[in-house]
């Protein structure tokens, strides 16, 4: 296959765009047309639409009547055909296949020496005409014209980016989308979706509040009832001895608060160790049958899974988790970084590592601080009590005479309380066996009291008080003296129970219980569904990194676009002899132009004053300098244009009939003015530094009729590659939640990169073809739009923006050029000067199509500048073409329709 040949078609056409096909004869390599027939026939179409765009060699347009045959019946398609034709062809012959409606024929003459198109010419041709409105707008047109076949004359504006700027925001889109490694982090209940909240939080569902855990016939129930039952009787008892009665009646007597306290450790230790021994049992990642009867006999009965969370509910949930990540602007790393966190804090680990928990709540030294002894001490400070006991004494014996029994009384009244409190300490059982010791202050108290009733009996004799007062006084320091007993004991047995804290052990059996609770959920209870969840968030983790992966490798565009610009030769221009043609060389003297097989005529002839043979010759004496027919038949006629000398073409009867309107310049011309055919003849000249209008310097020469403008991308350019590439990899994720659940371990990753690098290629090459001007397809093969309802604003493509915010290049020079009156001179006829002739004489028989990408008026600026547009114009959904086709029919004369039994075979 020749590579001269085959690259004017594009490597790989846009979605819906017309198959092309080129059917000529490389000039080395294998030639098997019926083989590129049937590649054309395979690609997939949709909507049941079948175009074809065909390149072809014009004098072999009926040998190919079967392969065209095959492409018309097969749909039926549409097919429009490029014939190339050579400078010497003067006629064009085509089977029925290629008629109207169905077919049409767009011929154009090669620019070369060696019968070759310049690639230059046909590529940015084969770009616009496979866009499906274009196509269909043309077929149109033929179907209009005389036989279905038109010579066509061209004007584009091609808007475009710089080589440097495709290769920077591509590689800014691909960064956008996977993003930097970073850490696993953190995940919340809060972050989540409610079924993914239950496995992340302690709590129960609602419709558990109820159940039963631990049963009371069960072994931890029946610890925990034990328990709890050893600890409301030492309440009791603590309350009865705390009181007056528990120091001065019996009411304390039948109350053992010690081996209560021996009896709350022993039942939590017993609850404790049946609890252990449940989360030691039974775990792994899923509740069977045997798991239940195992934790039922230890005294833990389990419900069925509630209603609030299911496995089947898990993958929609990550789903919805994973849109909502993506739908915040997270790039793919940093989204598998939070899954990789949920599948991290909802792996089961199985009850058994609960025990450290339960080891904490309610542990070796929990148990030995509720078993530990505590002494029982009363009275407070010593010397406090010594100096309030001597005081009250002293009062006791003011009273005179009588002072000196009831001052030392008083201090033996204290002592006596003192040692009551000692022996009804609560520390100590009735029997003696447990005794944590004391100390009340019974000696002080005794000192205290002989010491200042004797003082106070001595200043009653010296003061002679009256005995009233004296009366008044004793019972003030006994009344005292019995009631500071009491406060003290009191005060002391509060103190002696918040140092022992039996009632901690209530605190500890409602976390155990609690710690039993959540055991049951989210170990037991929860475990399969916890796998499920751990196993599918790692999953997706994964095979976003390894989509991440995928998509680093295409960060750098591969320079696919080398035909328009630098494998693209220029089109070389036609030599006579030893000097170069071209338009500039169009003149009056210019006496060489019947040599070469390039002639005028169907053959070489000698240009001849008066010759009656039919050659043309030069007007002697005509002061217009126009060339006349020697024959000087009016049909000899044919169209003009205007030279460098001011000089015209005109018929041979010199009455005008023969000049062809617009050969003045004026725009009437169905080919186009002097000036475009002078740029078609020949290689554009390179063009200069940007001007700042868009357009760069360009390495290769465009053709005349093509104006490059090329930008360096506009603020929407990035975000825009980044919103189609994360819309389609969502779409990629899509196919793989049904894989999630059914077995998350088995998510085949590699036929998701494999699509991911199929929707990298397709938006690359958007990017190249119209740069990502049209919006992305619905990526049929990729997976369900319809379940993308949390990423709408991905989908949702209507507000894409317009050209001149992807490119950077105002749509301005696409307005002036579809805005303008109807001027063929604007146009550029893809024929030599040679085959004039053959075009219609009539101006309206011409066809124009206008067609303009729809991105190009989109936007703020668009509806203004637009306004003034024709009814014509034909908005194409893709491309980075705009700019006007001039058909221009030929003289019936020229095409030959040949019937089937005349037809050769391919």
């Known amino acids: 296959m020749s590579p001269r040949v085959r690259p004017v078609l594009p490597e790989r056409p846009l979605p819906g765009h017309a198959v092309?096909?080129?059917?000529?004869?490389?000039?080395?390599g294998a030639y098997d047309p019926d083989a590129d027939v049937r590649a054309a026939l395979d690609v997939p179409q949709p909507g049941g639409e079948r175009r074809f765009l065909v390149v072809d060699e014009a004098d072999r347009l009926v040998a190919h009547q079967l392969l065209y045959e095959r492409l018309?019946?097969?749909?039926?398609?549409?097919?429009?055909?490029?014939?190339?034709?050579?400078?010497?062809?003067?006629?064009?012959?085509?089977?029925?296949?290629?008629?109207?409606?169905a077919a049409g024929v767009l011929w154009l003459f090669d620019s070369t020496e060696d019968g070759v198109p310049g690639e230059a010419v046909l590529r940015p041709l084969v770009d616009v005409l496979s866009t499906p409105e274009v196509f269909d707008a043309v077929l149109r047109a033929l179907g209009e014209v005389v036989h279905g076949v038109a010579v066509p004359a061209v004007?584009?504006?091609?808007?475009?980016?710089?080589?440097?700027?495709?290769?920077?925001a591509w590689r800014q889109a691909v960064e956008g989308l996977t993003g930097p490694d970073v850490p696993a982090g953190t995940v919340s209940a809060e972050q989540v979706p409610g079924a993914l909240a239950l496995l992340l939080g302690e709590g129960v569902p609602r419709s558990l509040s109820g159940h039963q855990w631990l049963p009371p016939h069960g072994r931890a129930g029946a610890a925990l009832a034990a328990c709890d039952a050893a600890v409301g009787e030492a309440v009791d008892g603590y309350h009865r001895v705390r009181g007056p009665a528990g120091l001065l009646t019996g009411a304390g007597r039948n109350t053992d608060l010690p081996a209560d306290a021996e009896r709350v450790t022993a039942e939590l230790q017993r609850f404790r160790t049946a609890v252990a021994d449940a989360f030691g049992a039974a775990g792994g990642t899923r509740l069977t049958?045997?798991?239940?009867?195992?934790?039922?006999?230890?005294?833990?009965?389990?419900?069925?899974?509630p209603r609030e969370i299911?496995?089947?509910?898990?993958?929609?949930?990550?789903?919805?988790?994973?849109?909502?990540?993506?739908?915040?602007?997270?790039?793919?790393?940093?989204?598998?970084?939070?899954?990789?966190?949920?599948?991290?804090?909802?792996?089961?680990?199985g009850s058994a590592a609960r025990l450290a928990r339960l080891d904490a709540l309610c542990g070796p030294g929990q148990l030995r601080r509720l078993a530990g002894l505590h002494p029982f001490t009363a009275g407070g400070s010593r010397p406090v009590a010594f100096a309030v006991t001597g005081f009250l004494a002293l009062l006791a014996g003011l009273w005179p005479l009588l002072g000196w029994v009831l001052g030392p009384a008083v201090g033996v009244l204290a002592a006596g309380l003192a040692h009551l409190m000692l022996r009804r300490r609560p520390n100590r059982s009735p029997d003696g066996r447990i005794d944590g010791g004391g100390a009340t202050g019974a000696a002080p108290r005794l000192f205290g009291g002989l010491l200042g009733g004797l003082v106070g009996a001595g200043l009653g004799h010296v003061l002679d008080l009256p005995v009233w007062v004296g009366a008044l006084a004793a019972v003030v320091a006994v009344a005292a003296v019995v009631l500071l007993a009491l406060r003290d004991w009191t005060r002391a047995v509060d103190d002696w129970w918040a140092r022992a804290e039996p009632e901690e052990a209530w605190r500890i059996l409602r976390e155990v219980q609690a710690l039993v609770v959540t055991t049951a959920v989210h170990d037991w209870l929860f475990a399969e569904v916890r796998h499920h969840c751990s196993a599918g968030a790692g999953a997706v983790a994964g095979l976003l990194r390894g989509l991440a992966e995928t998509a680093d490798g295409h960060g750098r565009p591969q320079a696919s676009r080398k035909p328009d610009r630098t494998e693209a030769a220029p089109p070389p221009v036609r030599e006579t002899g030893a000097a170069s043609w071209s338009w500039e060389d169009w003149r009056d003297d210019a006496d060489d132009w019947g040599e070469g097989p390039g002639d005028w005529t169907d053959a070489p002839e000698a240009w001849a004053d008066g010759a009656a043979d039919g050659s043309w010759r030069r007007g002697d004496g005509a002061a217009d300098g126009s060339w006349r027919r020697g024959d000087g038949a009016a049909d000899g006629s044919w169209p003009g244009a205007e030279g460098p000398d001011g000089g015209s073409w005109?018929?041979?009867?010199?009455d005008g009939d023969g000049t062809w309107p617009g050969a003045?310049?004026?725009?009437?011309?169905?080919?186009?003015?002097?000036?475009?055919?002078?740029?078609?003849a020949g290689p554009a000249a390179p063009r200069g530094p940007s001007s700042g209008d868009g357009s760069r310097a360009v390495s290769v020469p465009a053709p005349g009729w093509l104006e490059r403008r090329y930008g360096d991308g506009g603020p929407a350019l990035v975000d825009t590659l980044v919103g189609d590439l994360v819309a389609g990899t969502v779409l990629i994720l899509d196919r793989c939640w049904a894989g999630i659940e059914r077995d998350p371990g088995a998510l085949p990753r590699a036929g998701h990169e494999g699509r991911l690098t199929e929707l990298l290629d397709e938006t690359l090459l958007r990017l190249e073809r119209d740069v990502a001007a049209s919006p992305p397809p619905r990526y049929e093969g990729l997976g369900d739009p319809d379940a993308l309802t949390s990423l709408a604003a991905f989908t949702d493509r209507s507000d894409r923006p317009d050209a001149a915010r992807l490119t950077g290049v105002a749509a301005?020079?696409?307005?002036?050029?579809?805005?303008?009156?109807?001027?063929?001179?604007?146009?550029?006829?893809?024929?030599?000067?040679?085959?004039?002739?053959?075009?219609?004489?009539?101006?309206?028989?011409?066809?124009?199509?206008?067609?303009?990408?729809?991105?190009?008026?989109?936007?703020?600026?668009?509806?203004?500048?637009?306004?003034?547009?024709?009814?014509?114009?034909?908005?194409?959904?893709?491309?980075?073409?705009?700019?006007?086709?001039?058909?221009?029919?030929?003289?019936?004369?020229?095409?030959?329709?040949?019937?089937?039994?005349?037809?050769?075979?391919?």
């Open 650 to 654: 005109r018929g041979a009867d010199g």
């Open 310 to 349: 299911s496995r089947a509910g898990i993958v929609p949930a990550l789903r919805d988790l994973t849109h909502d990540l993506i739908a915040k602007g997270l790039p793919l790393r940093s989204v598998a970084a939070r899954l990789s966190a949920l599948s991290a804090r909802t792996a089961p680990v």
């Open 664 to 680: 003045d310049g004026s725009g009437d011309s169905p080919w186009g003015g002097t000036e475009g055919r002078r740029a078609a």
């Open 812 to 906: 301005d020079a696409v307005a002036r050029l579809l805005l303008a009156e109807d001027d063929p001179g604007r146009t550029v006829a893809l024929c030599g000067p040679e085959h004039l002739r053959l075009l219609s004489h009539d101006p309206l028989a011409a066809r124009q199509v206008r067609f303009v990408p729809e991105a190009m008026r989109r936007g703020a600026s668009g509806d203004d500048i637009w306004r003034g547009a024709a009814e014509d114009v034909v908005w194409t959904g893709a491309g980075r073409h705009a700019g006007i086709l001039r058909l221009v029919p030929l003289r019936a004369d020229v095409v030959h329709t040949v019937r089937a039994e005349e037809a050769g075979e391919p």
């Open 72 to 101: 018309s019946s097969y749909g039926p398609a549409h097919v429009v055909c490029l014939a190339v034709g050579a400078r010497g062809e003067r006629t064009l012959s085509r089977s029925l296949t290629l008629r109207p409606p």
């Open 289 to 305: 049958a045997e798991h239940r009867g195992v934790l039922r006999e230890r005294g833990v009965e389990l419900p069925e899974l």
């Open 155 to 168: 004007r584009v504006l091609e808007h475009d980016l710089t080589d440097e700027a495709r290769a920077r």
């Open 20 to 28: 092309c096909v080129d059917l000529r004869i490389p000039t080395e």
